[in-house]
Every structure is written in structure tokens, then in C-alpha cells.
């Protein structure tokens, strides 16, 4: 036979007390000195489902299984327990209280139900991290250089920083299954034994990661265990403590390509404010694979362009090897011979007609400036040798321009500076260009000519104290373009070209060819 409860004490609260007490927010009851609950008011309903008098003359244990034992006003965290057994956090504060005319003393607890205050610090908490988690992946997306990697930490970040069980990036085979891509957590035994496939006709095609991949839409799963969305997965889950469940598709050009999947251990893990969160992590790296895409794309491009560009070099500069050749074997050797003739001529008419000596030595004169003129032409013609060195090119051409020149030039040229033939033929010719100008225009005393490494490619600097150049010289006219065509030349290597006159004078030349165009 079960313990009869005792009958509630006679003694009853004061009046004002009580009414205070059945105000009060919060449970309260009063506790005689056996321990028993002599009053409990309305509050004790909804905290703990027990009725008031339901509860008077039972163990306050029924309600504080670790009792109530100590008066002070700073309360203590315990353990409360529902009329049906379910454990509340719980907050006691216990005060005493004289009653009746016997100087008996009753303690009077307040209990207060911490769950919905923790439930609602561990939301600010798992939102906080998520926050974090956000911040931490929009510097992996920042850094990330290919798209393996920007996988591969999207799902660490997700596990390290948001504290989920695991996380993987899938994408769909040609035979329709979806297979991992990147994972991270302690899932992977999981994730490698999970079948999924993006056919609809197939159940373990009408989970959250197909209907994404299928849809684009991101699919959350609140209770993963008991979801019917997850029920071909239910079996291989439950040994991992998988509780909730978040999938998000990844776009390309705004098509779905691949999904991120992330697994919690809580469920309704994914309310309202995680979802928004988690749905800037998918358009942040979509809006990455969207930024890979077009770096590949510029990459082919430059590829192409590239690949234009030395054939087009290559055809321009055996065209030029093919007129130099005609020119050396034909026209330079057909006036070099009628010179000589002319020489032997005005020899034999120094005695026989010195008269026509002058008509003979002005004829002469010209075809030697013809042949000078042709020979310029050959050297500008002539492309760089196959197997020379930038400094020795550079060297060569400078020492054949100055010739005879009233100035000085010096040209320091670093050791590591080494080019592709083709761009090692541009570089060339826009020297050749430059100089032939200072030759022709500048009056100078003195230039100089640097040549640096710098970002994979080669950094010209041709100084000259002249008397700078004209503005007029620096806009194209019909057939004087000569800087125009230097940074032609410069641009189409994917380099670039710029003039300047210091206020001291003369004029600085710099430009820059890449190593690879």
C-alpha cells in the first residue's frame, strides 16, 4: 500500500502574503520545517504542470529533486522536475518566513525556469558563431585560388569555426550520382557510404541534395531522424548522432553545379536567422565559382591572343628576314657594284676628262647614300639572333646606331633578365626605335639604357639629356609614327609604354614587356 499523504497544516500564510505570493511571476512555494509543500501558486502550472493543490503536503523533492536547503537572496542553479518527469533548468532562491503565533518558520522558495532564458543564449550563441562562421568564409572565398581549394576550406570553416559534425561539397557524375568533392568533420565514413543520385524516380533522388542540385533551392532538414525527406538515410545516420541537416546549392552562371551539405548534432538547428546566414554562404561562394569561371575564361583568351601574337611576330619577322635577303642579294650588291664601277670610272676621267669628274663623283655620292640607306634598312630588318642574350642584343644595336655619334651611352643591363623570342624580338625593336630617335632628334651628350627584371617580364628605361620632345612629335601623323608604334609594340605583348620629360630635361623612355604574353 502506498504512504497516505498528510493532511496541509492549519496553519495558513497571512493574508497580504499570500496575495503577493499568487502575484508572483514566477513558481513559488512555502515549505514547512518537514520538507512538505504547504502553498504553491498558479505559476507552478505552467512551469511544471503541476496544480497548487496538488502539490501541498508532498516532498518539495517532487518538484526540487536536490531540495531547497539554505536561506540566503542570491539564488543557485539546480534541476527542476515536470509533473511528467521532464528535468528544467532551473533557479532557486530561498527566503524564510515566520508564521502563525508559535514562532514557526516556513521557507519560501522562488523557482525560476532557466530553459527558455539557456534556449535563448544558446541561439544567440549559435547565431554569433554563425555570424563568425560567415566572416571566416568570406576570407577562405578572398583567398581561395582554384575552386578545390575553395571546397576544401569552405567545408573546414564550416566545421572549425561553426561547430557542425561535417560538411561536404557534391556535385553529380555523368551517370547522375552525386559524389564528394571536399568534406571535413568526423562524417566521412558517413558521407563515403552515402548513395544519392539526382534521378527523381529514384528514392535517393528526392533527398534535400538532389532536389537542390535539381532546383537550385537550398532544402533544410529540423529533425533529420525523423524526416521522410532523409528516410533512405535514417539507418546509416543514426550511429553519428545527425540530428539536423542544411544543404545549399552552389551556382555557376546562376545553374546549380554542386551543393554544400552541412550536418548538425542539435535538432532545429536551422531556424529563420541561420537560414539567411547560410544563404549568403551559398551566394558568396557561387559568387566564387562565378569569379573562376571568368579568370578562365580571360585565361583562355590570353591563351588565344598569345598564341596570335607569336604567329603574327613570326610571319612579320619572316617577311622582314625574306625583303632583307632580296634586298642584300639584289639591290644592296647591284649598288655596291655600280659604286666600285664609279670609282674606277672617276679614276681613268681624272686624266682622260677631269671636267666630268664632279657629274661622276655626285652620281657616285648618291649611290653611296643609297647603299647607306638600304644598309639601315637591313639592321632594322634584321631580327635579334637566335641564341643572344636581351644585353647583347640591346649592345649590338646601340653600338651600330651611335657609330660615330658625338655622345656617350652606357647600358646596364641585369644578369636575370631573360625573355621568350618574341617578346625578346619587341623589346628589341622598340629599342632600336627609341634610339634611332635620340639619334635623329635629341642633340643628347649622353643616354642611358636600364634594363630590369620585374613581374616575369623585362623593364626598359632609356634616359637622354636632349632637348626633349616636340608635343607635336607625340601625335601621329600619316607616315611618322614612331611612338605610337613603340607602344603598339609594348601592347600587344600585354606590356605597356610611357613618355616623360623631367622638368631638369631630356627625356625618360619606359616600358615593359611581359615574359610570357
Known amino acids: 500500500m502506498s504512504t497516505p499523504r498528510p493532511a496541509p497544516r492549519a496553519v495558513a500564510l497571512p493574508g497580504l502574503v499570500e496575495m503577493l505570493l499568487d502575484a508572483a511571476p514566477i513558481p513559488v512555494v ?45 539564488g543557485h542553479d539546480g534541476v527542476g522536475l515536470h509533473k511528467d518527469g521532464t528535468p528544467v533548468a532551473v533557479e532557486v532562491t530561498v527566503t524564510s518566513l515566520p508564521v502563525g503565533d508559535r514562532g514557526e518558520t516556513w521557507l519560501v522558495a522562488g523557482i525560476v525556469d532557466l530553459s527558455t532564458q539557456r534556449s535563448t543564449e544558446g541561439r544567440l550563441h ?32 564550416a566545421v572549425e569555426q561553426g561547430g557542425y559534425l561535417g560538411a561536404w561539397v557534391g556535385a553529380a557524375d555523368d551517370q547522375g550520382r552525386v559524389l564528394p568533392l571536399a568534406t571535413a568533420g568526423v562524417l566521412d565514413d558517413y558521407i563515403d557510404h552515402l548513395e544519392i543520385t539526382v534521378d527523381p524516380a529514384d528514392p535517393r533522388g528526392r533527398g534535400p541534395t538532389a532536389v537542390a542540385l535539381r532546383e537550385g533551392r537550398p532544402c533544410y532538414s529540423g529533425d533529420f531522424r525523423t524526416d521522410p525527406a532523409t528516410a533512405p538515410w535514417h539507418e546509416l545516420a543514426a550511429p553519428y548522432g545527425i540530428a539536423a541537416s542544411a544543404t545549399l546549392p552552389l551556382h555557376l552562371a546562376g545553374r546549380p553545379v554542386a551543393v554544400l551539405s552541412l550536418y548538425s548534432g542539435r535538432s532545429g538547428e536551422f531556424d529563420e ?26 585565361r583562355h583568351v590570353a591563351a588565344q591572343r598569345s598564341g596570335l601574337l607569336h604567329r603574327l611576330v613570326s610571319v612579320q619577322e619572316d617577311e622582314r628576314a625574306r625583303i632583307a635577303a632580296d634586298l642584300h642579294d639584289d639591290a644592296v650588291q647591284v649598288l655596291a657594284a655600280i659604286d666600285l664601277r664609279l670609282g674606277l670610272l672617276r679614276q681613268r676621267l681624272e686624266e682622260a676628262a677631269p ?38 642584343a640591346i649592345r649590338d644595336a646601340a653600338a651600330h646606331i651611335f657609330v660615330g655619334q658625338p655622345l656617350t651611352w652606357t647600358l646596364d643591363c641585369a644578369d636575370d633578365v631573360s625573355l621568350p623570342e618574341v617578346e625578346r624580338a619587341q623589346t628589341l625593336r622598340i629599342v632600336k626605335e627609341a634610339l634611332i630617335n635620340v ?27 636632349g632637348v626633349g620632345v616636340d608635343p607635336d612629335q607625340l601625335v601621329p601623323v600619316p607616315g611618322h609614327r614612331g611612338l605610337e608604334t613603340m607602344r603598339d609594340r609594348a601592347e600587344i605583348t600585354g606590356g605597356w609604354l610611357r613618355l616623360e620629360q623631367p622638368a631638369s630635361g631630356g627625356t625618360t623612355l619606359h616600358f615593359w614587356i611581359p615574359g610570357t604574353s
Not at 515549505?31 to 503536503?57: C, H, K, M, Q
Not at 549559435?126 to 566572416?135: D, E, I, K, P, Q
Not at 639619334?439 to 628605361?461: F, L, P
Request: charged residues 25%.
Open 30 to 74: 512555502a515549505i514547512d520545517a518537514d520538507g512538505r509543500v504547504t502553498y504553491a501558486n498558479e505559476s507552478v502550472t505552467e512551469s511544471f504542470g503541476w496544480d497548487p493543490g496538488e502539490l501541498v503536503g508532498l516532498p518539495v523533492q517532487t518538484l526540487v529533486p536536490a531540495g531547497v536547503d539554505g536561506v540566503g537572496d542570491d
Open 126 to 157: 549559435s547565431v554569433g558563431r554563425a555570424y563568425l562562421t560567415l566572416a571566416q568564409m568570406n576570407q577562405a572565398i578572398v583567398r581561395a585560388p582554384d575552386e578545390a581549394t575553395l571546397y576544401a576550406e569552405t567545408c573546414r570553416v
Open 273 to 298: 536567422d541561420m537560414r539567411a546566414l547560410l544563404a549568403q554562404v551559398g551566394e558568396n561562394v557561387s559568387f566564387a565559382l562565378d569569379g573562376f569561371a571568368a579568370a578562365e575564361r580571360l
Open 355 to 392: 671636267d666630268l669628274v664632279p657629274s661622276v663623283e655626285t652620281i657616285q655620292d648618291t649611290v653611296t647614300h643609297a647603299v647607306d640607306g638600304l644598309r639601315q634598312l637591313l639592321f632594322d630588318l634584321e631580327p635579334p639572333a637566335e641564341h643572344s642574350t636581351c644585353e647583347a
Open 439 to 465: 639619334r635623329k632628334h635629341a642633340q643628347a651628350t649622353r643616354v642611358d639604357i636600364v634594363v630590369r627584371r620585374r613581374d616575369g617580364g623585362a623593364e626598359v628605361t632609356i634616359t637622354d639629356d
